[in-house]
């Protein structure tokens, strides 16, 4: 085969399955609810603990945090290899969702085309999977 047939079907595949994710603008993201920095364990500014639904399918993980209940794409590098690896062990179904928590940031990159710029989660720790099946409101305290 023709290496330039090879990279025009490898970029229309993924062209493709990017256009299946959730895309928050950046607006959605910016005035969410506020998040939680843990300024104990980490060292990079930005990063956060995390606590909501991952699901991974096709390719594509999606992580929908449950203190804004807004979803993200998760870029695949680094320690994200851990917590795809702890989901497809977990025997969930391909695709449903599964608590978990993490230690991550927000970033904003540009799409494949580099037209416009979308919010991703990157993962820069994997600290567990919840028993939990679905986002709990926080406990209000008096």
Same mark, same amino acid.
């Given at each position: 085969?023709?290496?330039?047939?090879?990279?025009?079907?490898? #970029?229309?595949?993924?062209?493709?399955?990017?256009?299946l994710?959730?895309?928050?603008?950046?607006? +959605?993201?910016?005035?969410?609810?506020?998040?939680?920095?843990?300024?104990? %364990?980490?060292? *990079?500014?930005?990063?956060? %603990?995390?606590?909501?639904?991952?699901?991974?399918?096709?390719?594509?993980?999606?992580?929908?945090?449950?203190? %804004?209940?807004?979803?993200?794409p998760?870029?695949?590098?680094?320690?994200?290899?851990?917590? *795809? =690896?702890?989901?497809?062990?977990?025997?969930i179904e391909?695709?449903?969702?599964?608590?978990?928590?993490?230690?991550?940031?927000?970033?904003?990159?540009?799409? #494949?085309?580099?037209?416009?710029?979308?919010?991703?989660?990157?993962?820069? =720790?994997? +600290?567990?999977?919840?028993?939990?099946?679905d986002?709990?409101?926080?406990?209000?305290?008096?």
């Amino acid at each position: 085969m023709n290496m330039k047939y090879l990279l025009v079907l490898l #970029m229309t595949v993924l062209i493709s399955a990017c256009d299946l994710q959730y895309s928050p603008d950046k607006e +959605d993201v910016m005035n969410a609810a506020p998040l939680v920095i843990d300024t104990t %364990t980490d060292n *990079e500014p930005g990063v956060m %603990t995390l606590r909501g639904m991952f699901r991974y399918m096709a390719d594509a993980a999606i992580f929908r945090d449950c203190s %804004t209940g807004k979803s993200f794409p998760v870029v695949m590098a680094g320690p994200y290899i851990e917590l *795809e =690896s702890a989901y497809l062990n977990s025997g969930i179904e391909p695709g449903a969702e599964l608590m978990v928590s993490i230690h991550g940031r927000y970033m904003e990159r540009n799409d #494949m085309e580099g037209n416009s710029s979308r919010i991703n989660l990157l993962v820069d =720790s994997f +600290d567990e999977i919840h028993d939990s099946s679905d986002c709990e409101p926080p406990v209000q305290t008096d």
